[in-house]
C-alpha cells in the first residue's frame, strides 16, 4: 500500500461482500495484502449469497474436472480445517440421494462412478429397506439410493461473515454504501469512481455476483460470459420437523439443476427448495403462492409427516447463473483484473477453495506479499442451534426474540465491533432475530429500541391487529 496526498492505493480492491469477495478478502489479507472490499449494498451479504440451502458439498455431482469441482473440493477441505477455530458449526448429517422412478434408479450407478472420479470416494449404493432403516419418516416409495457421507450442513450467514471478519482484524478494508461505477487504469493502478468517492488499487477482483457482467462491462469494456438470474424459492417448517429428517434428502440431479432438497437448518428447522426459475430481474426475488404451494407438496411427498408441521417462513434468493455450466473466472493480467462469476448454488462450499485459485491467479501478476506470521483469529458468536448459544450462559441480558431465543447480548454484539451490523436484515443473518415463527411480530418494537440510532435503515414497527 502507499499513499499519495490524500489518496490511499491498496494492493487489492474487492468488489462485493457476498460469500466469494469475504473469502476472497480473507485469503489476500492472511497472504499480506493490503485489501479494500467494495459493497454497494448497506450491509454484507445482500445479494445472491443472503438465500441459500446451506450444505457443505462434497462436489460429488460436480462436473470431474472443471473448476468448480477443483474450488468446491479445495473449500471443503479448508472450511473442515478452520471452522472451530473461528467458531463456526459444522452439522454432520451426511446426504442421501434418492431414486423415485425407474429412470432415476438406472442413473444411480454413474452417478456414484461421477463421485468417485471427483474424489469422493465413501459413497455407497443402498437398497430401499437400507434407505429407510436409516430414514424411518421417508415415503415408502423409494426406490433406491446412495449415501454420500461427508455432505453436511453449516450456517450460511456466519460463515461469510468469520471470513470477512478475520480479513478486517488482519488489516483490511471495508467500505459499505459503495457502489462502483467506473474505473481508470493507468498501467500501474487502477482508480474507481465510486458512490463514496475514488478508491485507488493496484489490482481489482470483481467479485459483483448478480452484476458481475455488467461491473466488467464498466471497467474493462467487455464481458465473458452474461448473468441469467435462477430464482429459488424455499419454504421453512417448523422446528418439530427437525425430528422427521436425519440426513439431507438430495433427488437425482438434472443436466441444469441439484433439484428440490429437503435438510435440517442450523438454526432447528427443515427447509424444502430451491426451486429453479430463470428471470430478467436482478434485485427481485419474489414469492409465488403456486410455487410454495408446490413446495410443501413435494415435501409432504418426500417425507409424509411433513403434512403435519406448520410452515414458519418462506424465503427466495437468485443465484448468478450464466449461459455456461462452470464457474467463470478469468484474469486479464496487462489490466490487472480478475472477474469472479457464475458462482451458482456450491459457492458457499467452493468460496475459500475459489478465492486460494484468485490468490493464485493474482500472484502470477508477480506481486509478492509476506504472509501474516501469527495472523489474528476471531472467534464468532454461535447462532446455530447444536453449540451452546448465548440465552444458555449467563449474563445475557434476557431474551428479546423469543422465538429464536435471542438475547440483547447477541443483539450488543452485533451492533458493536470491526463490523457493526448496519440494517434489520443484516441484524438476522447475524443473530436470527425476526427469524422464527412470529417472524418479529413480538419482538420488533424492543429491536427498534435497541438499534435505535445505529441502523442505516431503521426497523419498521409492525402492525398488531385489535
Known amino acids: 500500500m502507499r499513499t499519495e496526498g490524500d489518496l490511499t492505493t491498496y494492493d487489492v480492491a474487492i468488489i462485493g461482500a457476498g460469500v466469494i469477495g469475504c473469502a476472497i478478502a480473507r485469503r489476500f489479507a492472511l497472504e499480506g495484502a493490503h485489501v479494500v472490499v467494495l459493497e454497494k449494498a448497506a450491509d454484507i451479504l445482500d445479494g445472491a449469497s443472503k438465500g441459500n440451502s446451506a450444505i457443505l458439498h462434497t462436489g460429488f455431482d460436480a462436473p470431474p474436472g472443471?473448476?468448480?469441482?477443483?474450488?468446491?473440493?479445495?473449500?471443503?477441505?479448508?472450511?473442515?480445517?478452520?471452522?472451530?477455530?473461528?467458531?463456526?458449526?459444522?452439522?454432520?448429517?451426511?446426504?442421501?440421494?434418492?431414486?423415485?422412478?425407474?429412470?432415476?434408479?438406472?442413473?444411480?450407478?454413474?452417478?456414484?462412478?461421477?463421485?468417485?472420479?471427483?474424489?469422493?470416494?465413501?459413497?455407497?449404493?443402498l437398497s430401499r429397506t437400507e434407505i429407510l432403516v436409516r430414514e424411518p419418516h421417508l415415503s415408502p416409495l423409494v426406490?433406491?439410493?446412495?449415501?454420500?457421507?461427508?455432505?453436511?450442513?453449516?450456517?450460511?450467514?456466519?460463515?461469510?461473515?468469520?471470513?470477512?471478519?478475520?480479513?478486517?482484524?488482519?488489516?483490511?478494508?471495508?467500505?459499505?454504501?459503495?457502489?462502483?461505477?467506473?474505473?481508470?487504469?493507468?498501467?500501474?493502478?487502477?482508480?474507481?469512481?465510486?458512490?463514496?468517492?475514488?478508491?485507488?488499487?493496484?489490482?481489482?477482483?470483481?467479485?459483483?455476483?448478480?452484476?458481475?457482467?455488467?461491473?466488467?462491462?464498466?471497467?474493462?469494456?467487455?464481458?465473458?460470459?452474461?448473468?441469467?438470474?435462477?430464482?429459488?424459492?424455499?419454504?421453512?417448517?417448523?422446528?418439530?420437523?427437525?425430528?422427521?429428517?436425519?440426513?439431507?434428502?438430495?433427488?437425482?440431479?438434472?443436466?441444469?439443476?441439484?433439484?428440490?432438497?429437503?435438510?435440517?437448518?442450523?438454526?432447528?428447522?427443515?427447509?424444502?427448495?430451491?426451486?429453479?426459475?430463470?428471470?430478467?430481474?436482478?434485485?427481485?426475488?419474489?414469492?409465488?403462492?403456486?410455487?410454495?404451494?408446490?413446495?410443501?407438496?413435494?415435501?409432504?411427498?418426500i417425507v409424509p409427516a411433513l403434512g403435519g408441521v406448520d410452515v414458519t417462513a418462506s424465503y427466495a434468493g437468485l443465484r448468478p447463473a450464466t449461459e455456461f455450466k462452470d464457474y467463470q473466472v478469468h484474469a486479464e493480467p496487462a489490466r490487472r483484473y480478475i472477474t469472479v462469476g457464475g458462482i451458482r448454488s456450491t459457492g458457499l462450499t467452493s468460496a475459500l477453495g475459489t478465492a486460494a485459485h484468485v490468490f493464485r491467479l493474482y500472484a502470477a501478476f508477480g506481486d509478492r506479499h509476506s504472509p501474516l506470521a501469527a495472523p489474528v483469529w476471531p472467534v464468532v458468536r454461535n447462532i446455530s442451534e447444536y453449540s451452546q448459544r448465548s440465552w444458555q450462559c449467563p449474563a445475557n441480558g434476557g431474551i428479546v426474540c423469543h422465538c429464536e431465543r435471542v438475547t440483547r447480548a447477541d443483539i450488543m454484539s452485533a451492533l458493536d465491533g470491526p463490523i457493526p451490523v448496519l440494517t434489520p436484515a443484516g441484524l438476522k443473518r447475524r443473530t436470527r432475530a425476526t427469524l422464527g415463527r412470529c417472524q418479529g411480530f413480538y419482538c420488533t418494537a424492543e429491536l427498534a429500541e435497541l438499534t435505535k440510532d445505529r441502523l442505516t435503515e431503521p426497523y419498521a414497527e409492525p402492525i398488531h391487529d385489535v
Open 66 to 125: 472443471s473448476l468448480e469441482q477443483a474450488c468446491v473440493a479445495d473449500g471443503y477441505r479448508e472450511y473442515v480445517a478452520i471452522h472451530e477455530r473461528l467458531g463456526l458449526p459444522l452439522i454432520q448429517t451426511g446426504a442421501l440421494v434418492l431414486a423415485w422412478t425407474d429412470d432415476e434408479e438406472a442413473q444411480l450407478p454413474l452417478l456414484v462412478e461421477q463421485a468417485r472420479r471427483n474424489g469422493v470416494d465413501d459413497v455407497q449404493l
Open 143 to 301: 426406490r433406491a439410493g446412495f449415501v454420500v457421507p461427508r455432505e453436511h450442513i453449516i450456517d450460511p450467514w456466519t460463515a461469510p461473515y468469520a471470513y470477512l471478519l478475520q480479513a478486517v482484524v488482519n488489516g483490511a478494508v471495508l467500505k459499505r454504501g459503495c457502489a462502483v461505477r467506473a474505473g481508470q487504469f493507468d498501467g500501474a493502478a487502477w482508480t474507481l469512481d465510486t458512490s463514496a468517492g475514488s478508491v485507488s488499487a493496484r489490482a481489482v477482483i470483481n467479485a459483483a455476483g448478480l452484476y458481475g457482467d455488467q461491473l466488467d462491462a464498466a471497467l474493462v469494456g467487455r464481458q465473458q460470459f452474461t448473468i441469467r438470474p435462477r430464482k429459488g424459492q424455499f419454504i421453512v417448517y417448523d422446528k418439530p420437523a427437525s425430528a422427521l429428517v436425519r440426513h439431507i434428502l438430495l433427488p437425482v440431479p438434472t443436466k441444469t439443476t441439484k433439484g428440490i432438497v429437503v435438510c435440517r437448518t442450523a438454526f432447528g428447522n427443515v427447509l424444502v427448495g430451491p426451486t429453479a426459475e430463470e428471470q430478467t430481474e436482478r434485485d427481485c426475488a419474489t414469492l409465488s403462492s403456486d410455487a410454495l404451494a408446490r413446495l410443501r407438496t413435494h415435501g409432504a411427498a
